[in-house]
């Protein structure tokens, strides 16, 4: 089941790959690609280099700022009333 936090909260494209989401690292405060780029035992999958820990370079629209809900971040946009 996908986390919904509610009315006014929506996923962040990725600014680099326009492929994936933006996601918290496993771990880390660092933010990323849904579709970051891995290799493993010879494995590998993903595309994009998209990683930051600078929360301010995560693209937003206007009047959206970042939160974080259950560790995935979103673009929030309090509703007008």
């Known amino acids: 089941m996908a986390l919904n936090p509610g009315p006014g909260h929506r996923r962040i494209p990725c600014p680099l790959c326009d492929n994936g989401t933006i996601r ?15 290799t493993h035992d010879g494995f590998s999958g993903g595309h994009c280099t998209f990683t930051t820990r600078d929360y301010a ?10 939160v974080i809900r259950d ?11």
């Open 24 to 38: 918290m690292a496993s771990g880390t405060a660092a933010l990323q690609c849904s579709n970051l780029k891995w």
């Open 57 to 66: 370079s995560v693209p937003l629209g206007p009047g959206e700022r970042l």
């Open 71 to 81: 560790f995935s971040p979103f673009a929030f946009a309090p509703l007008a009333e």
